[in-house]
């Protein structure tokens, strides 16, 4: 197993943790003892500090709570108890359902960013992953840059070569970080009205998005999540099938922590003709599968240019369906006659009917029903691997993508141009292409490691008009990065008018398809707005 640096505390800061922390010096551990609210606020802030969850849970939150009650406590230790009554519970029922019933957060620190879109890849589970939006990547961990290191890679020949070529695209990206900021500086100078702060904030996350795209996946993030018993058995079947072994290593981390918070919910995952049947089910279509797919394609030509985002199937009466599933709820019909009675409506009645169902949305989160989930709509898109992280995270709908490499190109940022870096930028896409060409060889599932953020991945994305209208108004929204926004504003586009779906596209009224500008600031404002009337007495 790779080497994960561990944390060092104080005795003191020690005797806290083992309260409410499954572990004290691995990268994955459980949080135990404390309310939901305190979870969920912790991950909240996780996502945006640098630092660890439990150098969080010290420096910001012990503070503000009552733990003279839980000195007798140590979650690092057994819960023998606990193990005796799910036990019971799950023998006297024996229904899988009763594992949706017992639920865990879990701290998943220094994964790279090609594991944690293996470990997002769940549905029923939630998820907040560290943004490259808020960290700046130029810092390091014990003398070493943030980045996986696969200890086969380094022990092999190209060890040193992985090493050196990680490290100069971390040197660049240090290096054009206060360059790119003092570019923001100047072509969006502080108004008035906004505090030093909240402008500061503003350029700085400018500043990384724009640079995001030099980071490797290999880069490490971290991630909180939380999930049932059932849907942490379903992750660890996947992991422990999947050929990249840092996925595996971490798949056993993982499994050694759960099982200190729900033992038996997760039995069967290392019992040979249970989950090791199951997980090696997985593995045996998925390389059958694989193989049929090289036989098939061997002498097909590269990939063409194509448009960036397509829309590759929709219902030509998805529209008119929609308009039917609204009227259903209220009527004693069936569905075939509301359909016959849409189909012969005025465009004028089509359209009082749109409006009375969606209302006055106030605001975004002021969604309409499942009316919408009647018709769907697939895509594929070819974006950067960075607007690709944060697209992936929608579970509620069906995607799946394909192997990161260089062989689709890079997205090279306006801004970067603007601030006389593309030089640089596009050397450190060189760098890292050519690593990946030493390594695909060699090491065929480890070469993604050495692929920068700004190259190209191709995925498709499967959603209805109701996951479609939360997707495209979250993601085309000013505040978003600019590459994911204009996936975004593409797929409204084409909903409205390649298929034809203009009274449902009319709904998303907070699609947004303004020109990318200071991001962030508008965010930090509302921010800075909300601290102002807590200070207030």
Known sequence: MTFYPA??????????????????????????NLPEVVKGALFARYSRSSKSLRRLFL?????????????????????ARAEQLYERV????????????GGVHLACEQASNVLTKILERGRLMSYLEQSTRYIAYDSRIEGRYRYYRDPDVLTSSLGTRFVGDMDRLFDTYGELLPRLGDHFRIQFPKKAKDSDMVWRQAIRAKAFDALRGILPAAALSNLGMYGTGQAYEALLLRMRAHPLPEARDYAEMMLTELRKVIPSFLQRVDLPERGVAWSQYLEDTRDATAAMAAELFADEPGPDEEPRVQLLDFDPDGEVKVLAAMLYEHVDLPEHRLLDRVTKMSADDRKRLVEAYAGDRRNRRHKPGRALERTDYRFDILSDYGAFRDLQRHRMLTIAWQPLSPRHGYALPKSVADAACADLFELAMERSAALY?????????????????????????????REAMHLIELRSGPQGHPEYRKVAQEMHRLIAHEAGHSLIADMFVYADHSDDGLARLESERKAEARRQKRAVP
């Open 90 to 101: 799950f023998l006297e029922y024996g229904d899988d359902s009763v594992a949706q019933l």
């Open 7 to 32: 944390e060092e505390f104080t005795p003191h800061e020690e005797d806290v943790l083992r309260r409410y922390f499954t572990n004290l010096d691995l990268p994955v551990f459980a949080l135990v």
């Open 59 to 79: 420096d910001e939150f012990v503070g503000e709570l009552d733990i003279t009650g839980d000195a007798s406590v140590d979650a690092t230790v057994g819960v």
């Open 437 to 465: 060409d030493a390594m695909v060889g060699p090491f065929p599932e480890q070469a993604s490691y050495a692929v920068a953020l700004a190259y190209r991945i191709r995925y498709v994305m499967q959603m209805n008009a």
